[in-house]
């Protein structure tokens, strides 16, 4: 079903983004983690190159867990019972939620490593 404007469009896709925090645990728990970056970045005032970075890592685990929910939901629609081909796709869908929140861990210490070792210096 195509939607018939560009603004609807938006209102769906915000929608989605809000039924995502308000019905999955991972999404709140990334949600916190997320804040907590960036106001670790804003105490020790992080260089716009920085920013970058944790916005991207941040953007990256939440596309991966808004993919790994849809897929986690799609897998369900299609059966109610056990399938060791279902207990896959969802296995592989959260194991690139793993690889994307790791990524993003790395990518917050080198952030975040130099501004804490100068912040402990002083």
């Given at each position: 079903?195509?939607?018939?404007?560009?603004g609807t469009s938006?209102?769906?896709a915000f929608r989605g983004l809000l039924a995502?925090?308000?019905s999955e645990r991972n999404m709140k728990i990334?949600?916190?983690?997320a804040v907590l970056v960036i106001l670790m970045g804003i105490v020790l005032r992080i260089d716009n190159s920085g920013w970058l970075a944790l916005f991207f890592a941040i953007g990256l685990v939440f596309v991966c867990e808004l993919f790994n929910t849809a897929i986690e939901i799609?897998?369900?629609?299609?059966?109610d019972q056990y399938s060791?081909?279902?207990k896959k796709v969802k296995d592989i869908s959260a194991g690139a939620v793993m690889l994307g929140a790791a990524v993003s861990v790395i990518i917050g210490a080198m952030v975040f490593l130099?501004?804490?070792i100068g912040l402990i210096k002083k």
């Open positions: 079903m195509k939607n018939k404007s560009i938006f209102k769906n995502a925090f308000a990334h949600g916190m983690a799609l897998t369900d629609m299609i059966t060791e081909k279902a130099g501004p804490i």
